[in-house]
């Protein structure tokens, strides 16, 4: 897929946030229709599929443009919602900003925290930081690309488990999960050279940023970048709930887990959406190759494929009985066919 295919998709609504923040209106509820309705609606009418792979190697100049993007718009956000808009347009720039910073800004974050470059890295780690998630950046590496599709992963759901029963235990559970593989890796150079616990700046750059948006915006402030940064961080474990839901690796004879393979994540084949989220729906591929650039992100032959795109699975999600109506019967058949256990609630 073209970068600009990518910068297109992820960067206009970004684009349409500045102007609804500063003028409201049309343009705050075009940024929504995006991320929603427009994204949905080029998924299922316009009939590409994307190839395999990509001409460029990394892409990375767009992910430090999201990465950017999204420590601006942040703050706008913040400023707009506390200040400039009232009524629909407050309602419509709530669900707008929240859905770009948890679907488009985390998957560019989630991107940079993959690079070996250690500015990349560190940007996507900041860009969590901000939306007062910075352990995300800790226990994705550390912890879910270890264990995904077992139980000592917090973010593999189980079949069963609703996304209003995973929340919390994903949060609190990848919390704690990320800084115990932290402490074991400070442990492991105790006879090197010390280094700081990342959760340390995780934690004293959260509460500096509420500070900040106290001092500068008072309690409407505080209130509104609480709330906003939760609608984020709820898009993000939302990726993980529907992206392994229900799907889990069998245990060898030896004891151990078979290593992760096609089958663990479900995927996306819809191109805009994918090209919104740069490509974090070929999940299964991220999860063979995780320092494989977005743009060089192939959808295995035989993955399990979601019914709708991403952002649709989503919205179904949120109602749990549809949602097991949906999924159930599908993960049943994945296991099947592949022969390992089902997780269930």
């Known amino acids: 897929m073209p970068i600009a295919v990518f910068a297109l998709a992820s960067l206009s609504p970004a684009l349409f946030l500045m102007l609804g923040a500063l003028f409201g209106g049309p343009w705050i509820l075009l ?21 395999n792979g990509g001409e460029f190697p990394a892409g990375d100049g767009l992910l430090v443009a999201l990465g950017v993007s999204h420590l601006a718009l942040l703050p706008l956000g913040v400023w707009s919602l506390s200040t400039q808009l009232h009524g629909l347009d407050w309602l419509a720039g709530f669900a707008a900003f929240g859905l770009w910073l948890g679907q488009i800004g985390n998957s560019a974050a989630h991107e940079l925290i993959h690079r070996r470059n250690r500015a990349l890295y560190q940007l996507g780690r900041w860009m969590f930081v901000a939306i007062l998630f910075g352990h995300h950046a800790s226990s994705h590496r ?21 996304y209003y029963g995973f929340l919390p235990r ?3 559970g990848s919390f704690r999960a990320g800084l115990a593989a932290e402490r074991a890796l400070l442990a492991r150079q105790a006879r090197g050279r010390k280094r700081l616990n ?30 906003l940064s939760l609608h984020a961080q709820s898009q993000i474990l939302m990726s993980d709930y529907v992206q392994h839901y ?3 690796r069998r245990k060898l004879a030896n004891g151990r887990l078979e290593p992760v393979g096609t089958a663990h994540s479900w995927n996306g084949g819809y191109w805009f959406s994918a090209a919104m989220m740069l490509n974090a729906p070929r999940h299964s591929d991220h999860h063979a190759h995780p320092a494989r650039p977005y743009p060089q992100l192939r959808l295995p032959q035989g993955a399990p494929m979601l019914p709708a795109p991403l952002p649709a699975m989503a919205v179904v999600a949120l109602v749990p009985p549809w949602w097991r109506r949906v999924m159930d019967p599908r993960v049943a058949m994945v296991q099947a066919q592949d022969g390992s256990a089902i997780a269930t609630a």
């Open 142 to 162: 550390l912890v879910h690309h270890l264990h995904v599709a077992s139980p000592a992963d917090p973010n593999s759901p189980r079949r069963g488990q609703s």
């Open 198 to 227: 990342p959760y340390v700046v995780h934690i004293v750059g959260a509460l500096a940023f509420l500070a900040l948006a106290l001092v500068t915006l008072g309690w409407t402030g505080l209130a509104v970048y609480l709330a």
């Open 170 to 172: 994903a949060w609190i």
């Open 31 to 51: 940024a929504l229709i995006h991320v929603t309705l427009f994204a949905f609606f080029m998924d299922r009418l316009v009939a590409w599929v994307p190839p």
């Open 246 to 248: 229900g799907l889990r």
